[in-house]
């Protein structure tokens, strides 16, 4: 057998890797705000799409605990709650399984990534079971009990009280400087006390944070050296904080920068010739804000010409309010359904209206194809 035949047929036989990104509130309204005003989004093209229904157990209307969940362990359960079965349930509170789990089981490596705190709810659901997600120190003691290879955001008291009684379990990296591309003993990079400063504030420091799309290339770096397959999470975390305070320029922004690790994955994956071999779904936990886009728009202007963005994290005025064709309708979470993107193997496994639990559902199976 020639040997190009030989590293087809083994290609052929290798797992499948899969990346999940979470837009966190990427509601459909604000990818369209988004696509409109940077012309184009990473996933335009992608061949496969899907719309998700996203209610929890308990209610039409989720919080990113809930939808974590659903997506992290294929249970839908009450709000505020991490990867553990619903309070009425007959299973009542025990632990769920996780995708990091099942993805460990097989020896991949695993690894999630957010602009937010590494102990925020979306990240926190793949390797925390907690009844409220604001026991910041539970789900520090779980992030130091897990098996994951890589966990890149912000950092917490709860982290950094963790880190003093187990200063071991993890390399620390601090610096944008430090982003590994190898393997070595499980990474936790920390670069900000709180959740990684809104990208082009004043607060984010260019020389020394990343951006997501760096966090994301250097994740994809060390987690496909496993010749095995990888798992990886990344959320964009902040297009959610942006949208609660109707901060509707700076929701754009995290919503490109979002894209912008998208496309970094697609190219540092056909650099590594994984590609066709990484199943890349996009999607969001919910909506939030309920953005509207109208009143007839010059096809050939921006979306928002008017750039007054808060030029800072504590700047929380809502901007462009009335004057804007894009407008807030509330501060909070809707029950709007979100849209999915696909693409790789598996990737037509993806159509239709879903529930937010069959996006673990199909994950699993491609992970055992
Ligand atoms: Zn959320």
């Known amino acids: ?15 499948n ?29 992608f061949p496969n799409t899907a719309i998700v229904s996203t209610k929890s157990y308990n209610n039409h209307v989720t919080d990113s605990a809930a939808a974590a969940t659903a997506m992290a362990t294929g249970s839908k359960t009450d709000n505020g709650v991490l990867s553990l079965s619903p309070k009425d349930s007959k299973e009542h509170r025990s632990s769920l399984k996780t995708l990091a789990d099942i993805a460990k089981s097989k020896n991949y490596s695993v690894g999630l990534v957010t602009t937010t705190e590494v102990t925020h709810a979306t990240p926190a659901a ?30 917490t008291k709860s982290v950094e009280k963790a880190l003093s009684k187990n200063p071991a379990k993890f390399s620390i990296l601090r ?29 984010f420091n260019k020389a020394t944070q990343p951006r997501l799309y760096e966090m994301t290339a250097s994740a994809i770096d060390v987690l496909s050296k496993n010749k095995a397959g990888f798992f990886l999470m990344v959320e964009g975390g902040r297009i959610d904080h942006a949208l ?13 920068e979002f894209s912008l690790a998208v496309t970094t994955a697609m190219e540092k994956l056909k650099q590594l010739k994984k590609l066709d071999k990484t199943l890349i779904i996009i ?39 009335s004057t804007a ?29 879903i529930e937010n ?3 673990f559902n199909k994950i699993q199976s491609c992970l055992n194809k």
């Open 17 to 45: 890797n899969v990346i999940l990104f979470i837009g966190d509130g990427m509601g459909p309204a604000v990818v369209t705000a988004s696509r409109i005003q940077y012309d184009g989004l990473a996933w335009d093209k």
């Open 126 to 155: 793949f390797y925390s079971h907690r009844e409220d997600r604001e026991d910041d120190s539970g789900i520090a003691i779980d992030l130091f009990n897990s098996k994951l290879d890589l966990m890149f955001g912000g950092s």
């Open 357 to 359: 639990t069959d996006i």
């Open 1 to 15: 057998m020639s040997l190009l035949l030989l590293s087809l047929l083994l290609q052929s036989y290798a797992s």
């Open 175 to 203: 610096d944008k400087k430090d982003l590994p591309s190898l393997p070595g003993k499980p990474y936790l990079g920390i670069f900000e006390m709180g959740h990684i400063p809104y990208y082009e504030t004043s607060e």
């Open 283 to 321: 999607t969001a936990d919910h909506d939030t804000a309920g953005l509207n886009i109208n009143g007839y728009l010059n096809i050939k202007k921006p979306l928002i010409t008017d750039r007054k963005i808060a030029t800072s994290e504590k700047d929380s005025i809502p901007v462009l309010t």
């Open 325 to 353: 064709p894009v407008h807030a309708h509330s501060a909070a979470h809707t029950a709007v359904d979100v849209s999915l993107y696909a693409r790789g193997p598996c990737g037509q496994s993806f159509s239709g209206l």
């Open 244 to 256: 609660h305070k109707n901060n509707i320029p700076q929701a754009l922004i995290e919503t490109s």
